[in-house]
């Protein structure tokens, strides 16, 4: 369950089940309290073998109704809603405004169960339920209840709708720093969440979260513009900004000094071989060029390292 509920505490991610998955539900719940009932009826006819027949058959009786109607109600009371079957089958019973049940909620809905389930074997429930438009029984007109789906199908897009084309572009003037991330969410959801919701109440959320979005920006909305495509066009905005951000911030890191070796991106020349032809000439080489006559000779007691620079090994 999501965050984000409506003024008239509609809960948002939440449908109606349908008569099969309730019935499969219910099928569940029979078997379990079948074998609970039948574990404990085992366990009165033996402790009861010694009575009389009335007192058995009062026995068997607060047995029946302590099993099939005391504990689904005790156990829909303290798991707000979710018997075995339906937390096997991803259902809840909830009340018509989308809050918890009680206690009087799960009693009348036991109370009915026993007439349009149990002495009927169904029949009632299943034509109530096929009649009704959200699928409910005569125990949940009566109790005010609903049976919802908890665990919806993942294949459902979640992609923010497009804003209309004369509306990109117009807030790019539009200060966003003061929006919070939880008006970003109630934003989002809002928007790909309104084909699910009733039209009169996707219009009231989108109106409110457009007041607290205006209130934010500091901006009035443009006149004449609905308040989900005004949202729209703001998430596009942002969603603008931010994918041009991270562009420039790319572009500014493969410019960056040092990116690629050198200091304006551009890695340095490696250093020229120098061949022996080439090499440099070394201190000792100059002497021996100075004490050199004019023909280039040796001097007298000259040694091969005051001409060619090599020593020789000792």
Known sequence: MTGVVTGDAVVLDLRPARLPSRALALFLDLVV??????????????????????????ASLACFLLVFVGAPIAVETLS????????ACGL????????????????????????EILMTFGVVACAASLVSARGRRIGDVFAGTLVVRERLPTARTTAVPPPPPE???????????????????????????????????????????????VTRTGTPAPAGVPAVAYLAGVVAERRTREARRVFEAAGQAGRAPGATGGPGGVAPAAPPLVTPAEAPVGPTDSAAQAGSGPSGTRPEGGSPASTTGFVPPA
């Open 33 to 58: 309290v079948g074998a609970v009932y039948l574990l404990i009826g085992i366990g009165l006819t033996v402790a009861t073998s010694s009575l009389d027949e009335a007192a058995r058959t009062a």
């Open 80 to 87: 707000h809603g979710r018997s075995i079957g339906k937390l």
């Open 92 to 115: 809840r019973v909830v009340r018509d405004d989308g809050g918890p049940i009680r206690f009087r909620h799960a009693l009348v809905r036991g109370a009915m169960g026993v007439v």
């Open 167 to 213: 509306l990109v572009g117009r807030f790019a003037e539009l200060d966003l720093s003061a929006v919070p991330d939880s008006l970003w969410l109630g934003i989002r959801q809002c928007l790909t969440r309104a084909p699910q919701l009733d039209p009169e109440v996707g219009r009231r959320l989108a109106e409110r979260l457009a007041g607290e979005l």
